[in-house]
């Protein structure tokens, strides 16, 4: 059994921050229903396309089932309530209020399903002097002050990273709140309304926040990238301490003037490590060379050679899928590890080679039938009534699975 078996999910959110959360309870064996809108989740237009499902959609919403509701046809609301009534959490990343326009605060919500835990992710939270702003991921890391530090730390001009970091890490604290709520919706019968903003998730997420909030520079210990043997190799600490750990066990001398400045005095010491990590005739010898002076060192890594790693490989990281097409597609394994589970670390946690991403409206007549007792007739009544939708692929996906 998995850790949140029996547990049903109503999934309305869509590119990055709710669908990432939903991942996550479904990899952890909560049953996730994607509602999606006719138009579709924008995501689904983003990476390789292999049999209508793209890449980044995949990533996070394999797993998943699908119903495509249409929330502006009459009776498009009341099918997600009916669903919310059989359900145990409900996860949405509209603006503000976009949810109580169609009948569908967390208030209406209760009173058909008490016990409902619904996660509600904004940018910037559910009330307050910003809540109607669009917020996307780089809005955020702008907002949060991480933009700033990092061009001070790096003495660069401003640059937006590549990495939704806003987005994930609510997405993390949005499951966290999911599975504290259930453990009291469980106990006393009682739902909850869970606002994660992304700007707040960012800032309680970043250890830098400790040096903004004292009024000071904030000092980093990142990595420092180094030439070597056969390509760069990144070393972690401050650069104090490394010179001295190197200089101490391998005897490099300082070449600096007596005389020189701070500065002038880094750019010696760089310049002897640098020739001294290029000195070695095997990059084995170069990195035995950073271990004998208890100095931790990296390899720099594309994203596929990360995945192609000997710890990723030996862990399992990313798995083979059902591609869908005659073929695989590989994507991310969860990170969870239980001591107890079997040799194949998914039989608690995370996908498998038969986990599968869905069409818009796959499972329109599966999970209404499931969830809610509907035959047949009424599916087919509610998909004449333009309220469920499927998509060209859907009976396509349907015949695959059931072949």
């Given at each position: 059994m998995r850790p949140l078996a029996g547990v049903r999910v109503v999934d309305m959110s869509r590119v990055l921050s709710g669908p990432f959360a939903g991942r996550i309870l479904s990899d952890l064996g909560a049953d996730v229903v994607k509602v999606e809108p006719p138009e579709g989740d924008i995501s689904r237009l983003w990476g390789v396309n292999r049999a209508g499902l793209a890449g980044f959609y995949t990533q996070q919403n394999v797993g998943k089932r699908n119903v495509c509701i249409d929330l502006r046809a009459e009776g498009g609301p009341e099918m997600v309530k009916r669903l919310v009534s059989a359900a145990h959490v409900l996860i949405e990343n509209f603006r503000p209020g976009v949810m109580a326009r169609h009948g569908l605060s967390f208030a209406e919500l209760c009173e058909i399903n008490p016990a409902l835990v619904m996660l509600s992710i904004s940018g910037f939270g559910q009330d307050g002097p910003d809540a109607q702003r669009a917020a996307y991921a780089a809005v955020l890391h702008g907002e949060s002050g991480w933009m700033a530090r990092a061009a001070a730390i790096h003495q660069q001009p401003l640059q937006e990273p590549y990495l939704a970091a806003a987005d994930t890490y609510a997405s993390l604290h949005g499951a966290i709140g999911i599975l504290a709520a259930l453990r009291v919706a469980e106990s006393t019968g009682n739902g909850q309304h869970i606002d994660i903003a992304m700007l707040e998730s960012f800032l309680a997420t970043d250890e830098g926040s400790q040096a903004g909030l004292d009024g000071v520079h904030y000092q980093s210990q990142g990595g420092l990238v180094w030439d070597g043997v056969d390509g760069p190799v990144l070393t972690a600490g401050d650069?104090?301490?490394?010179?001295?750990?190197?200089?101490?066990?391998?005897?490099?001398?300082?070449?600096?003037?007596?005389?020189?400045?701070?500065?002038?005095?880094?750019?010696?010491?760089?310049?002897?490590i640098n020739a001294f990590l290029s000195s070695f005739e095997t990059r084995a010898d170069m990195l035995a060379a950073l271990d004998a002076a208890n100095l931790a060192w990296g390899d720099i890594r594309t994203t596929a050679e990360a995945h192609a790693s000997p710890t990723a490989v030996h862990r399992g990281s990313s798995v083979e899928i059902?591609?869908?097409?005659?073929?695989?597609?590989?994507?991310?394994?969860?990170?969870?590890?239980?001591?107890?589970?079997?040799?194949?670390?998914?039989?608690?946690?995370?996908?498998?080679?038969?986990?599968?991403a869905s069409h818009r409206g796959e499972h329109n007549g599966e999970v209404l039938a499931e969830w809610l007792g509907s035959g047949g007739a009424e599916v087919d009544a509610l998909r004449h009534a333009g309220v469920l939708i499927e998509d060209q692929f859907a009976a396509e996906g349907r015949a695959h699975r059931h072949s």
């Open positions: 650069f104090r301490w490394i010179w001295r750990q190197l200089s101490e066990t391998h005897g490099l001398a300082d070449p600096s003037p007596p005389e020189a400045d701070i500065p002038t005095k880094r750019a010696h010491r760089t310049d002897a059902d591609a869908r097409d005659g073929g695989t597609r590989r994507v991310t394994q969860t990170p969870y590890r239980f001591a107890g589970a079997s040799a194949d670390s998914a039989a608690v946690s995370g996908v498998t080679s038969e986990s599968l």
